[in-house]
């Protein structure tokens, strides 16, 4: 369980490191990550208080650490030097196939430790923005469990970034833990293409739930070119992305894990 940190000793000056729907993130003395809640909204409340809870549940190597609690809404986290999104789409990193596969078998060990919690845990907003780099971009930390809910609990619609959400979750349907199956495919494939998804073929945002759901459009499977098989790669993604949930690989097979393992 987290410590109950009193403010009085976050000292230092902050530094503003992003901003979210319901959130903002701080770094101060110490490297440690400051969140604070800044809206007193009920519902973003609810999402900051699902994030402690689910980072209170989460211990794992490639799931963030909450160090600590201050006041009623502050969250003290491990601090990350970078993000991979920003990583993977900076044209001055040199990325090699090995380090983009290992990042994303890192990614998918998380992904399946959640899934093997009990009750299961869904992420629902997977997405290269909320995966966070550290140790000089060689450990891969899962992040904002803000939307996360447990299978038992009331599915909502809606949930996670259009471009990376399942398309059970556009149609409002009832949805498993597949649908961070989907995420995880099309984050796989952006890392692999070193594109973002959907840019060259949907010019308006909201048009992406409309394309990828009924009309069951995907990111180009031959953009994949950053890895050492590319064949085996492509299955991998497409496997994960499929239309039917039911179909998609489970993130804790070790089969789908083995896969990504540099070879």
Request: proline share 4%; glycine share 4%.
């Amino acid at each position: 369980m987290a410590a109950i940190i009193n403010p009085k000793y976050i000292i230092g000056k902050k530094e503003l490191l992003g901003e979210g729907s319901y959130g903002k993130v701080y770094t101060v003395e110490l490297k440690v990550a400051i969140k604070e809640l800044k809206s007193s909204e009920a519902e973003k409340i609810k999402s900051f208080e699902a994030e402690a809870t689910n980072l209170l549940r989460a211990q794992h190597p490639n799931i963030i650490r909450l160090y600590g609690i201050s006041g009623k809404h502050t969250l003290v986290m491990e601090y990350a030097d970078n993000t991979l999104d920003k990583y993977i789409h900076n044209e001055e990193n040199k990325i090699t196939e090995l380090h983009r596969q290992n990042l994303m078998l890192q990614c998918a060990e998380g992904v399946a430790y959640l899934h093997s919690l009990t009750p299961l845990t869904l992420h629902r907003d997977l997405k290269p923005a909320n995966i966070l780099l550290t140790n000089d971009n060689c450990t891969l930390k899962i992040c904002d469990f803000g939307t996360a809910r447990e299978i038992r609990t009331e599915m909502t619609a809606e949930k996670g970034t259009a471009v990376y959400r399942a398309p059970e979750i556009n149609e409002t349907m009832k949805y498993t833990e597949k649908c961070d199956v989907y995420s995880f495919a099309l984050i796989l494939w952006e890392v692999m293409s070193g594109k973002k998804p959907f840019a060259d073929q949907i010019k308006e945002v909201i048009a992406i739930a409309y394309q990828t759901s009924v009309k069951n459009l995907r990111p180009n499977l031959d953009d994949v070119q950053f890895c050492v098989n590319k064949e085996i790669m492509k299955d991998l993604i497409e496997q994960g992305w499929d239309k039917k949930p039911y179909m998609r690989p489970s993130m804790k097979m070790p089969y789908y894990l083995a896969l990504i393992i540099p070879r």
